[in-house]
């Protein structure tokens, strides 16, 4: 019983009931970063970014379509009038079906599928 309790005494040394964290950011026991999840990063008009497609997404093609994102809004307003299927998060045009662009969302905090803005056609 004696040779128990070192064992056990051992095991604790190597493997602490912390997982042996100590000290490391994000709680992992190596000195090198846990694998990556995020395939694409996206840009707030802060210019923040945040991971806007992870590895678990099926794989798209990515690029950009002609026209332009319609302007962001300043602030949210009060009420929001969704449509029936919600808003589609995105990280690239190509997500989005036919002239639809991938645009950041205010009040949403993220890109999603928009309607284009015409607006550069006539500028």
Not at 86 to 111: A, I, M, N, T, W
Request: glycine content about 10%; charged content about 20%.
């Amino acid at each position: 019983m004696k040779g128990l309790g070192i064992f056990l005494c051992l095991v604790l040394a190597v493997f602490p009931a912390h997982g042996g964290n100590v000290g490391r950011p994000g709680g992992f026991p190596s000195v090198t970063a846990p694998p990556a999840t995020c395939r694409r990063w996206c840009e707030t008009p802060e210019n923040a970014f945040y991971c806007c497609e992870s590895k678990y997404e099926p794989e798209a093609p990515v690029g950009t379509k002609i026209l332009d994102c319609p302007k962001i809004r300043d602030t949210c307003p009060p009420v929001r009038f969704l449509e029936e299927q919600g808003p589609v998060p995105c990280s690239s045009d190509y997500k989005c079906g036919g002239l639809d662009k991938c645009c950041f969302d205010r009040c949403l905090g993220r890109h999603v599928c928009k309607p284009p803005s015409f607006y550069s056609l006539f500028a």
